[in-house]
């Protein structure tokens, strides 16, 4: 069995290293750059922090599913400490704001892994380094259970950029989201859900491989819009209220991308689907992880009920 708690106690650490990695990257004379496709780069930090993350879940659940974004491991010694499995405690995570009991612990067998070990590369070769985080999911009978997000950087000037990691986690069932900045700290913070002004909704869209055919689209929806890189990085502007709906209008996002964030924006009690109401399935064993269908978002569903007439058929 796979304890709730223990995740969390390992996950967190390997964010917060992961967050360690790639800031060392980010400072050397060479990030390694190359491209998987167009618009798609690879970095050392990227195989370096996947590496990292598999090779620390595989000593603590050797039997754990993991599917990763990058297909390379990396062959040199990774100098960063072990994990250890109790930094929280179950009770942390045993109940709702309501004070009723959830589930805290699961079958190894019907879990899987979900990996993006730097989300936001492209934005990370352009010096964009806000917009970059580290996504961990943990999905259970191929629905988004549990979500770790982190953010290693906070922008104080224009490309200034301070290395202060902010960890995001939780598991939908119990209705919380936490956050911490530390692997020490023995009780996490709570993240309060915000409300929204249904008078001035605010759209989180991508600023990267943006055509006008799509903009278009987007702004017949006449909505304030919120640019940005990464996935990770507009979900937690829809989970910390800066955005009120994250959409995206295309099909090049993979599993890796959304489960972390599936997970967390259901812990608020918001939806996560296709642009169609489509429920994204977690499975291992498909032929590829793509996204195909979009993605309509909001930690508040009735705004996804609103929205979902407008963007059926924009795909």
Known sequence: MLKVHEFFSIATQLAYNAAIIINQVRLSADIGQKWKGIDDPV???????????????????????????????????????????????????????????????????????????????????????????????????????????????????????????????????????????????????????PQYDPSNLTLCISKNRLNEETLQKIQSLGCPLLQMGGSGKKSLSILEGKGDLYLYIGSKTSKWDICAPDALIQAFGGRFVGLEGQIYNYNHEDKNYNNPYGLLASIHSDLVDKFLPRTTGML
């Not at 072990?82 to 405690?89: E, G, K, V, W």
Request: aromatic share 14%; net charge negative; charged share 25%.
């Open 43 to 193: 970095t050392i930090a990227d195989v370096k922090a996947q590496t990292y993350i598999v090779q620390q879940l595989h000593k603590h659940w050797p039997q754990l599913k993991i599917v990763g974004e990058e297909s390379t491991v990396y062959e040199q010694q990774i100098d960063m400490p072990d994990t250890f499995h109790n930094l929280y405690t179950e009770d942390i995570f045993s109940k709702t704001p309501s004070n009723l009991k959830v589930r805290t612990q699961y079958e190894i067998e019907d879990l899987c892994v979900w990996v993006d070990p730097l989300d936001g590369t492209l934005d990370f070769v352009q010096g964009d380094f806000d917009c970059v985080t580290t996504l961990i999911g943990l999905s259970y009978k191929k629905q988004a259970l549990m979500g770790i997000i982190s953010q290693p950087f906070v922008k104080v000037a224009d490309k200034q950029y301070e290395f202060k990691p902010k960890i995001y986690f939780g598991h939908h069932p119990q209705r919380r989201v936490f956050y911490t900045y530390d692997t020490q700290s023995l009780i996490p913070f709570e993240l309060l859900k």
